[in-house]
């Protein structure tokens, strides 16, 4: 029976308890509910959550532990001379005959009582099934094949028969302890409490798990590369990673690639800030309901516009007029129409992020300026001020550490941008001032030493975790001391 | 002969204030929000050197008339006021009144103490240096300092000017938002139940400051306390479902009001 079907039993089983259980608890109070001590429902619950967690729990216990089980048994079984071989060929053996073991399901019984134990009857039967074998099967691996599908067989019905015998215990003795006075909502809750701790430890573990991978990873590079050379270098030019060659004569220098990415980052905040700033203060402070109900959604959704549609919007149309504007000017001055502007330079990748940084600036400093108490702004008009000295004088130096933790939460987006820069600022690792020129981020190098066809022990693409994590560390700082002000500018108001 | 000389100031207020003209005349004034409408023609008039109550049960309109005196219903959307207010027979709601000139004649104080996040000096000096009322920084200290001791705020804040406002006690940011409005010198004082988050010795206090104050300005104030109302003004005005009840001297209001209904209110009989 599949492992679907089997959730499908267990589910009916919880359902039914919980109907049964509601109107068991119900036929105890004598139909009173104020008689019991927890609603109907968390009776019904009870029952439910007793037929089911215990059950699914054993059914992914089963599904884990007995391809292992079978495996070893099969694996025991092997003749003495397989046995003598490395454990590398163990392992191709036991390939072969779970290969074999699944080809054995397509075939019918006719078949195999046709090839008998014929090796070579038995691969192109197989073949001709779509069941590829690597070399003729040996015999005792048709034997093998042929107990561990009993096996399996053996294994799922036993599973099957388990999972729902406890299912249906479950809810029965849960059943049986129904009682005006059993304490039914406690025990529910803590169940629910349970679940909550389980859902948010997961986002957290994972992330703790995606951090040690690429702590090992960077280690691994720092094995290759000495850690001075990656932070202190100047030079980025990582070569190819021949297969075979492991060799470390490339060199790995990050400062390129940091400066790129904060100068882009910083032209990038030269742009969104004062317009999201200003579109923050008009949202908040003199747009009427109206206006406001419909430009704040709109500006939104410049937010869920996916990255790369940015990209391209730099690429085909930001980058070319820039360019073709800068040859316009510098023959306007000098007479000589050469473009002083690349198509693709840190001032079109500036541009395009501060566009789309846009709105993360003014959703955020707008609910900011809200949260600033109208009292506040009543005490200042009260006075005669005028709406602009309230603004300026009252409301911006209140709610400031608020917009100013806003700030660095786009600062880190901005770091953290990769596809705009790809397409707009180039991959060209250099240390230059000229914003017309074109840079790159770490991001892009990111990407860019692993695309294509690699092989994961060279330093050429151990040095993307070394990346990440640097990028990685950055982010967090930013994060970290943005959450700091913020929590200091909430308490001001309490 | 210091309390000769006391009720000898309060004499010649009295004297002065049924003398003089009205500082501030409410004709026909109506309000709605959207399409409620909160008061209807009332006709009230604000005395000079007078500290004028104004109670009612909630909802009786008494804090929207009184937001009407220096226009902050402006701030609220939706809301439309008819009729004619004057000050000092200005009509301040004609095209050409400046409301923020408005509002620094009028000044404001608050149900909730609102001082700025900022130090108890730039509280002081904030309405003064908008209105550019000081002309160099001695200028403003003086008006600091005469604004807190108007206040009764001074000896209690004089040695932490430059620490927060906000980390006074409620009834010293009460007195702080007085003193802030005082800072501006306005004619008018409107003061929004300025006791109802303080306690009985912070209110006592600013109670107090109410009756000092009422040498130099005209006071408006809005209160559920009949006992206050009966301490601190000379008239009052009683307002029930958005209407102006009664509008007669605090003595008489207390003891044989005209109306009815000002009389159950008074007794607790509804409200």
Not at chain 1, 335 to 356: C, K, P, R
Not at chain 2, 4 to 13: D, H, I, N, P, R
Not at chain 2, 141 to 165: N, Y
Request: charged share 15%.
């Amino acid at each position: 029976m599949s492992t679907s079907l089997i959730l499908l039993i267990v589910a009916i089983v919880g359902l039914a308890g919980y109907g049964i259980g509601a109107r068991r608890s119900l036929a105890i109070a004598g139909g009173l509910s104020s008689k019991l001590h927890s609603r109907p429902g968390y009776y019904g619950s009870f029952v439910a959550v007793c037929a089911i967690v215990p059950a699914v729990f054993i059914l992914f216990v089963w599904l884990v532990a007995s391809p292992a089980v079978i495996s070893s048994s099969i694996r025991g079984s092997f003749p003495e001379e397989v046995k003598a071989q490395s454990e590398a060929e163990q392992g191709l053996a036991f390939g072969m005959i779970t290969s074999i073991a699944r080809g054995m399901n397509v075939l019918s019984l006719e078949e195999i009582d046709r090839i008998g134990s014929n090796p070579v009857e038995l691969r192109s039967a197989l073949g001709a099934k779509g069941v590829p074998l690597a070399g003729d099967p040996q015999p005792y691996m048709i034997e093998a094949a042929g107990n561990l599908n009993t096996m399996t067989y053996a294994s799922r019905l036993a599973m099957t028969a388990v999972v729902v015998v406890f299912s249906v215990l479950g809810a029965g003795l849960a059943y049986r302890r129904i009682a005006p006075r059993f304490r039914a909502r406690n025990r529910v809750e803590k169940v629910i409490l349970v679940s909550l701790v389980v859902a948010s430890s997961i986002a957290i573990l994972t992330t703790v798990g995606i951090v040690l991978s690429m702590l090992t990873e960077a280690t691994r590079f720092f094995t290759h590369v000495p850690a001075w050379e990656f932070f202190f270098g100047t030079v980025w030019d990582p070569r190819f990673a021949a297969a075979g060659s492991g060799g470390s004569e490339g060199q790995f220098g990050l400062i390129p690639l940091l400066l790129g990415t904060l100068y882009i980052g910083f032209v990038a905040m030269l742009f969104a800030v004062p317009i999201g700033l200003f579109s923050a203060i008009y949202m908040a402070e003199y747009a009427s309901p109206h206006v406001r109900s419909t430009a704040k959604p709109l500006l939104e959704v410049l937010a869920g516009i996916p990255t790369i549609v940015y990209g391209f919007f730099a690429l085909t149309t930001v980058g070319p007029f820039l360019r073709d504007l800068s040859s316009q000017l510098n023959g306007l001055v000098t007479g000589d129409y050469s473009n002083f502007i690349q198509a693709q330079s840190v001032l079109t990748a500036g541009f395009v992020m501060g566009i789309m940084l846009i709105p993360y600036v003014s959703s955020l400093s707008d609910d900011i300026i809200t949260a600033v108490p109208r009292a506040l702004r009543d005490g200042s008009l009260g006075l005669g001020a005028t709406r602009s000295e309230t603004i300026k004088r009252v409301i911006l130096p209140a709610a400031l550490p608020g917009i100013v933790g806003a700030l660095l939460m786009t600062a880190s987006r901005a770091v953290g941008e990769t596809m705009i820069v790809v397409l707009a600022a180039g991959v060209a690792a250099r240390i230059q001032l000229n914003p017309f020129e074109p840079m790159t981020t770490v991001t892009v190098k990111i990407v860019n030493q692993l695309t294509g066809d690699l092989e994961f022990t060279s330093p050429q693409t151990l040095v993307a975790f070394a990346l990440g994590i640097t990028l990685f560390a950055i982010t967090l700082c930013l994060n970290i001391y943005a959450l700091y002000i913020v929590r200091k500018y909430r308490e001001q108001y309490e | 002969m210091n309390m000769m000389s006391e009720a000898a100031v309060e004499k010649a207020l009295d004297q002065k204030m049924n003398d003089s003209s009205y500082k501030m005349i409410g004709k026909d004034v109506s309000v709605y929000y959207g399409e409620k409408r909160a008061l209807f023609d009332v006709n009230l008039n604000v005395r000079e050197n007078t500290v004028t109550a104004l109670i009612g049960p909630s909802g009786c309109g008494k804090s929207t008339f009184l937001r009407c005196l220096n226009r902050m219903n402006d701030t609220i959307e939706n809301c439309r006021v008819t009729g004619r207010i004057t000050l000092d027979a200005d009509d301040i709601y004609d095209q050409n009144i400046d409301v923020v000139e408005l509002r620094a004649r009028v000044g404001m104080v608050f149900q909730k103490p609102n001082p700025f996040p900022k130090s108890i000096y730039e509280n002081i000096s904030y309405g003064p240096r908008i209105h550019g009322l000081a002309r160099n920084k001695a200028d403003m200290d003086q008006i600091v300092e005469a604004s807190l001791q108007r206040a009764g705020l001074w000896t209690e804040v004089k040695d932490r000017l430059h620490e927060s406002g906000t980390g006074l006690s409620g009834g010293q940011q009460q007195r702080l938002c007085i003193a802030r409005a005082v800072a501006v010198s306005p004619e008018v004082i409107l003061m929004d139940e300025p006791c109802s988050a303080l306690d009985p010795i912070a209110t006592a206090k600013v109670e107090e400051l109410i009756h000092e104050l009422r040498a130099n300005y005209t006071i408006v104030i809005v209160t559920h306390s009949m006992q206050q109302a009966a301490r601190v003004s000379q008239r009052t005005a009683m307002f029930h479902l958005g209407q102006l009840v009664e509008e007669n001297d605090t003595d008489k209001m207390f003891t044989n009001p005209d109306d009815q209904r000002t009389q159950d209110y008074i007794m607790g009989r509804f409200g």
